[in-house]
């Protein structure tokens, strides 16, 4: 397909478990954001990449979490001893941002569900 | 800092009806703002976006938005729903001058009866 694609879809883990989600960006997209969508929230702005370059990562939540994109595509969101807050659906969108960011519509990917027990 | 403000969490309306989704955001740059769709067990996508030029911005399914920078508002409306309009609707706003950043609100929930 030639949309965002994330896995796992859901995934549950038990308190103190890392985890690590996947995001698969659509081919040729420079920017690429994480999002934390709490339950009858909006997307939270975590994380933003230009490529292979973390270019803001001012609202990762703690010292916990983790995001890299080394070969400026696919991108891995790490999540180390998980507390049950960390509950929520991490969005990943793509945009095809050559430049400014901000005004380019960004594509999203289905979510992946986290559950910590 | 920006904050974006959806004043309606649940609209439960009848087909055929009008609706009007509001939204207001405060910042103190200049703005693009942005409203995204999430239908049932899909992910976001773009239904229209404000960057410049004329207020009115028109989506391809009939709904249109006006950007009042007065009143800070960038509200949505279609002038007849369908059942096929039921989903969650965000707000968006992303900075005009260069930031990264796009502050959604807490998303509305257009609920549309036969």
């Known amino acids: 397909g030639a949309g965002v694609s994330q896995s796992p879809r859901y995934k549950v883990a038990k308190r103190g478990q890392d985890v690590a989600l996947r995001c698969d960006p659509i081919s040729g997209h420079v920017s690429l954001f994480w999002y934390q969508q709490a339950l009858g929230q909006g997307p939270e702005f975590l994380t933003y990449f230009q490529n292979e370059a973390q270019l803001d990562k001012s609202g990762l939540p703690s010292d916990r979490f983790f995001a890299e994109r080394p070969e400026g595509s696919v991108s891995t969101l790490k999540i180390q001893r998980t507390q049950q807050e960390d509950s929520a659906v991490y969005l990943c969108?793509?945009?095809?941002?050559?430049?400014?960011?901000?005004?380019?519509?960004?594509?999203f990917g289905p979510g992946t569900r986290l559950t910590v027990l | 800092a920006q904050s974006v403000t959806q004043l309606d969490s649940q609209v439960p309306v009848f087909e055929e009806a009008p609706v009007e989704l509001r939204c207001n955001y405060s910042?103190?740059?200049?703005?693009?703002l942005f409203w995204y769709v999430q239908y049932p067990n899909q992910g976001l996508q773009l239904l229209l976006k404000y960057l410049s030029g004329s207020t009115l911005v028109e989506s391809i399914n009939g709904f249109e938005a006006e950007f009042n920078k007065s009143q800070t508002s960038f509200h949505l409306r279609k002038p007849s729903v369908h059942i096929s309009d039921t989903a969650e609707y965000f707000c968006a706003v992303s900075e005009g001058t260069g930031g990264f950043k796009t502050i959604f609100g807490a998303g509305t929930r257009l609920f549309v009866k036969a």
């Open positions: 910042s103190s740059v200049s703005v693009y």
């Open positions: 969108a793509s945009s095809l941002a050559e430049g400014l960011a901000s005004y380019n519509e960004q594509f």
